[in-house]
């Protein structure tokens, strides 16, 4: 059995802190994105958190001083919580050619839509992969197999089964989406 050195250890703690960190800006932006709608304030470009969403951002304001001080909070989290996200990424980024999983993590990109930070969180997560004697082995480990309904002689296929590591199967799932 395969047991994880601690630089890896450490390593995967740093991945594990990024992803907390992104949950925390996504939870911000979702807040601050409510309440903007609570106030009939709608953005009118196509995409939002771009730069030019973040310029009207600055551009909103509210006659009411506790409104204006309730989205003055609203966009600090989310600015906050974007800085603890770009600097976990930088850390990661400085610490990866130190690793010893370095190596796996180059061969992981090598697959379509998979980016550093994916590559990176898969690694981590999975550790060594020579512990999978097939792939069907991984992928039931990640999660990534299909759940089946029986009774009887019937047989119905569903939606994968979500077992197994969920940071590595979200990884996964959003570099398919790339």
């Not at 890896?8 to 807040?31: P, S, Y």
């Not at 992969?129 to 991984?138: I, T, Y």
Request: charged share 20%.
């Amino acid at each position: 059995m395969w047991v994880p050195d601690a630089p890896h250890e450490a390593m995967r703690e740093l991945v594990r802190a990024r992803a907390t960190a992104m949950r925390v800006l996504g939870k911000a932006r979702q807040h601050l994105q409510g309440f903007l709608l609570r106030h009939g304030r709608i953005y009118a470009g196509k995409k939002g958190w771009t730069l030019a969403y973040h310029r009207w951002l600055t551009t909103v304001r509210f006659d009411h001083p506790a409104s204006q001080i309730v989205l003055q909070d609203y966009i600090y989290a989310v600015t906050d919580a974007e800085a603890r996200v770009n600097c976990l990424t930088k850390r990661i980024e400085e610490l990866a050619p130190q690793w010893s999983m370095t190596p796996f993590v180059e061969a992981v990109q090598a697959m379509r839509g998979v980016a550093f930070i994916v590559a990176v969180t898969v690694v981590a997560e999975v550790g060594d992969f020579s512990r999978f004697d097939n792939p069907r082995q991984l992928m039931a480990d990640l999660g990534l197999v299909p759940s089946e309904h029986s009774s009887g002689a019937t047989i119905r296929p569903g939606g994968v089964t979500k077992a197994g590591n969920a940071l590595a199967r979200r990884a996964l799932i959003e570099g398919a989406w790339t």
